[in-house]
């Protein structure tokens, strides 16, 4: 079993920053097979950012060049980096981790951006 505690998010003024943290516990954990979502109330969960299994970084097109995600094998733990926040990033951020054989999500941690 893989338990994933998002940690970081908060009320930021449009522009400013935000780091968030996954941490990850229990059965072996991968970090290459975890990655960023978020989602808005009554639309679909999105992808953010994740690595691929080979650990390269994929980034959706409209965070590409304000946030980085990142890895801390000793902490088993990954952080999203979060600059130049706009008001449409607003949104509930999760962690996923691929499972062999099924998918774990944390519960998310809110990120509210002021204009």
């Known amino acids: 079993q893989v338990q994933l505690v998002e940690s970081g998010g908060g009320l930021v003024q449009a522009g400013g920053s935000l780091r968030l943290s996954c941490a990850a516990s229990?059965?072996?954990?991968?970090?290459?097979?975890m990655g960023w979502y978020r989602q808005d109330p009554g639309k679909q969960r999105d992808l953010v950012a994740v690595?691929?299994?080979?650990?390269?970084?994929v980034y959706a097109e409209s965070v590409k060049g304000r946030f980085t995600i990142s890895k801390d094998i000793v902490k088993n733990t990954v952080y999203l980096q979060m600059n130049s926040l706009k008001p449409e990033d607003a949104a509930l951020y999760y962690c996923?981790?691929?499972?062999?054989?099924?998918?774990?999500w944390g519960r998310g941690t809110q990120v509210t951006v002021s204009s």
């Open positions: 996923k981790f691929r499972g062999s054989t099924n998918d774990y």
């Open positions: 229990g059965s072996r954990v991968n970090l290459n097979r």
């Open positions: 690595f691929a299994n080979d650990g390269t970084t």
